[in-house]
Structures are given as C-alpha cells and as structure tokens.
C-alpha cells in the first residue's frame, strides 16, 4: 500500500467537534476526545471540508472536473448513490509524541490546559437582561497542530497529480467544527509528505 500522505491543520484560534454530550447544569457541550483524553477532530467532518473545498476548486476551474468526486466520493444521499471515493482520510490528532506524552498519567494537567470555558448569553434587546435562565457554555480546545492520513485505498485510481490539486483546496476550508460562523476553528492547513514531512 503506498505510504499515507500527511495533512496538516495548523488551528489558529479556540475550536470544538461536539462529542453531543454535556457536563449537567454547567457545559452544554464538550469537545469530542479520543481514548486517552485528547482532542481531535474526526475523519468524517475532515473529509466532508476537504470535499466541498475541492468542489469549489473545481467550479472554479482550478481542478479538474471529477477530483472531488475521485478523493472523497459523493455525499451520504439516494441521488449520489453513495460513491466512496478512493481517498480514507483518518482521525486528524496531535503528532504521535506529543500524544503520547500528553496521554501519559504524570501530564494531566497538561492536558486539562488544553480546554478553556466559554460561555455565551443571548440579550434581550429592551431590557439589556439575558434571555436565558443561565449563558450556555461549551469546552473550546486552545490553538494546537494536529495530523491527519491521507491513505489511497487499496485499488483506488486517484488523478494524476491529486496532492498537488487538493494543495490547491485547502486554503477555501478555512476553519474546522462547529461554530466557524462565529469565529471557532479558524485554521491553516497544507500537505505534508509521509516520509519526511516536509511541505508539498
């Protein structure tokens, strides 16, 4: 199999991938973690930006018509049929080291640093009160770098020259997870060569 292709996501700002659960009256959200109680942002929500970036690309005539399609597939729906596409975009987490540190009991409160509070309150307009009982909070992650794989799949026949044209994409993502409207998730991402991780 070839050797993956390295994406890296420089995060520029506070984000957060929902794990859909909450900390009881105090966080409405918490940020999703992996096995050791690390941040990390999924290989599904990745691959859906990475797709939709290619697409504008291609509509813009930068990429060839169908790289989109070739990478990422079609989306989940009965009209696209479901096509898989030949690129497994994987988990995007922190370098393997650093991962490993973190993951270890003594780096706890290393790890805990790196979440912050944030809490937000909806204003009525006439009273200059707030509309809610309490502000609703969420746990944002601090700017880190994380790592993702690009893995052909096994058969795949992927476009001549694909990194080059997903190179091209990435600047139109912009940011990761939920709340990129209000300014979470602001980031920076480039391609990585597997072996030396060098920039493409």
Same mark, same amino acid.
């Given at each position: 199999m070839p050797e993956a292709t390295i994406l890296e996501i420089e995060m520029l700002d506070y984000w957060h991938c929902g794990s859909?659960?909450?900390?009881?009256?105090?966080?409405? @959200?918490? #940020?999703?973690?992996?096995? %050791?109680?690390?941040?990390? $942002?999924?290989?599904r929500l990745l691959k859906g930006l990475l797709r939709e970036a290619s697409l504008c690309c291609e509509a813009l005539g930068h990429v060839p018509t169908g790289t989109a399609l070739a990478l990422f597939g079609a989306p989940n729906s009965p009209e696209a049929h479901n096509l898989p596409g030949g690129l497994r975009v994987a988990d995007a987490r922190l370098p393997p080291a650093l991962r490993a540190w973190l993951g270890a009991s003594a780096s706890t409160p290393? @790890?805990? #640093?790196?979440?912050?509070? %944030?809490?937000?309150?909806? $204003?009525?307009?006439?009273?200059g009160t707030t509309r809610e009982r309490r502000p609703r909070g969420m746990e944002a992650i601090v700017p880190v770098t994380l790592h993702a794989a690009l893995e052909p799949l096994a058969g795949a026949d992927l476009p001549t020259g694909w990194r080059a044209s997903l190179a091209l994409a990435l600047p139109l993502t912009g940011a990761v997870g939920a709340y990129r409207t209000r300014g979470l998730?602001?980031?920076?991402?480039r391609i990585l060569d597997g072996g030396t991780h060098g920039a493409v």
């Open positions: 859909g659960k909450g900390s009881g009256d105090y966080l409405d @959200r918490l #940020a999703e973690r992996d096995s %050791l109680g690390l941040p990390f $942002v999924p290989g290393y @790890r805990q #640093a790196l979440s912050r509070e %944030l809490f937000t309150a909806a $204003v009525d307009e006439t009273t998730g602001r980031c920076a991402m």
